[in-house]
């Protein structure tokens, strides 16, 4: 009797939806299939929200922020945001011992946050409201939601592997779109995006094609393969099983090969940031050596295999009139900030593409909607106080995720190196293009990961006894510590 209480009525009535659902699925087929389709879209969702596969659901609102909102031009509904206020709510519903709940970590800095960017968002409203609110739900309030998300999530560090595992899926089903574009030609589901996907062709003076993928710009695709390269490495590393090692292998080659494609010089030079620290912060010593001999011979293989891409690489990194652009919007958002200190011009890029114009460098050729620069956009578009308030909070999510590396058992710094590295990768590229500040690809991904390394449930497990640790597969305090632990106890009960 006592097992049979502790079993989930969850998935039984998961059992008795299927069939109805198909049925339903069917017959509403034989009158419309798109209607049939969402139908049996909806019952899935909601029986994967059912089964609480929180780690799943996460990954599919990065997804769905990327194809959906951006890709199919839904971004006026929030499918993404919807499904994670979604989440969100079923966590704080179904919180217990086990799927333990907390406030927003940095809620200090994400309140003010939240309410200084208003003042842009209406300051840009006038010149396109559904623009700037389309810069605000996705840069800021999504960020905030995706960063709870995140704290809430990473309990343990066997929840930190699921959320980095369904991120990785994600990020190599898009390595996978791109690499057959490159190979065949052909743009998978190119049909279902918007009018300006079809049109959209990027290719370099070498006559090498750069591929966006459902981003719709390379580098946005290059970015987010470069941010989540860092998470089936971490994987790979922590892993003791050597056919999930060959899986994350595998998962870390499409990845770069999609990377590649890309030909986005920023997101390279990020990759090979994110991957200094990585090898730094991996944990053990033995692992950091052998990372960096497997680094050096992949890149003396790749110089063989893949010479005539690596070419074209080093002669669009080499283009001077792409770097004295991006140095010539710089100056602009500079002026533009200096000029608007306060609120500056308001959020979003019709309120930049108008404001700007009168203060635009003569090196700026042409003008832009956005500055190439993801903090100078803060400052140009919200205003000084709320580029500092963001420096602010990035700056303390990268301290919070030391201290966490730090607490943690050695064997699952990996976890938090990997984190890092990812961050650190999209900080680096935002100093080329609007990484944190786009609101088609990024900022959802971003927080995200951030959440999931801040998690101030990690300190709570770390706090419970040195058995229940072991027993949930969180990281272990240090056996040290332990011992100092016991002692103490034995000192009380004395």
């Not at 009525?9 to 209607?35: E, T």
Request: aromatic share 12%; glycine share 8%.
């Amino acid at each position: 009797m006592k097992v049979m209480n502790q079993v989930s009525p969850v998935p039984f009535f998961s059992l008795l939806v299927l069939p109805v659902a198909l049925l339903l699925g069917a017959a509403i087929g034989a009158l419309n299939p798109i209607y049939a389709f969402i139908i049996a879209g909806a019952l899935i969702l909601a029986i994967i929200y059912l089964l609480r596969l929180d780690a799943m659901i996460a990954a599919m609102v990065v997804a769905v922020h990327v194809v959906i909102d951006a890709f199919m031009g839904f971004a006026i509904y929030q499918p993404a945001l919807l499904l994670a206020l979604v989440l969100l709510i079923v966590c704080y519903m179904g919180r217990s011992e086990n799927r333990p709940w907390t406030a927003p970590y940095m809620y200090w800095l994400w309140v003010p946050f939240l309410l200084l960017t208003i003042v842009p968002t209406l300051e840009g409203g006038a010149f396109s409201l559904t623009n700037s609110i389309g810069y605000y739900l996705p840069i800021v309030f999504s960020g905030f939601i995706m960063f709870w998300i995140g704290n809430v999530l990473a309990r343990d560090a066997s929840a930190i592997r699921r959320v980095f595992q369904c991120i990785a899926f994600v990020s190599v089903l898009f390595a996978i779109h791109t690499i057959i574009e490159a190979t065949t030609g052909v743009f998978l589901l190119q049909s279902f995006g918007k009018a300006s996907a079809a049109g959209a062709t990027f290719t370099l003076d070498t006559g090498n094609s750069r591929l966006g993928s459902f981003f719709l710009n390379p580098n946005g695709n290059g970015m987010f393969q470069a941010v989540c390269f860092f998470l089936p490495l971490g994987l790979f590393i922590e892993s003791k099983r050597f056919w999930s090692k060959i899986i994350y292998l595998g998962e870390m080659l499409l990845i770069l090969l999609a990377l590649m494609e890309t030909y986005s010089t920023g997101s390279w030079l990020a990759t090979f940031g994110g991957l200094l620290i990585f090898i730094l912060l991996v944990g053990r010593m033995r692992d950091s050596v052998v990372l960096s001999v497997t680094v050096v011979l992949l890149a003396a293989i790749g110089l063989i295999v893949f010479n005539a891409q690596i070419a074209a690489q080093i002669a669009h990194a080499s283009d001077k009139s792409d770097t004295s652009l991006h140095l010539a919007t710089w100056e602009t958002a500079l002026r533009v900030t200096m000029a608007y200190p306060w609120f500056g011009v308001g959020l979003g890029n019709q309120a930049y593409l108008h404001l700007s114009e009168p203060l635009r460098v003569a090196a700026q050729t042409k003008p832009l909607q956005e500055p190439d620069n993801s903090y100078l956009q803060w400052g140009a578009t919200c205003g000084i106080p709320v580029m500092l308030l963001f420096l602010g909070m990035l700056g303390s999510v990268f301290a919070s995720a030391w201290r966490n590396w730090l607490a943690v058992d050695i064997r699952y710094r990996v976890f938090f190196a990997a984190g890092i590295a990812s961050l650190l990768a999209m900080s680096i590229n935002s100093m080329t293009v609007d990484g944190w500040t786009s609101p088609i690809d990024m900022p959802f991904l971003g927080w995200l990961i951030a959440g999931v390394v801040t998690s101030p449930l990690i300190k709570r497990h770390l706090a419970r006894p040195s058995t229940s640790l072991a027993e949930s597969g969180v990281g272990r305090l240090d056996p040290e510590r332990s011992t100092q632990e016991r002692h103490s106890k034995a000192e009380s009960i004395v």
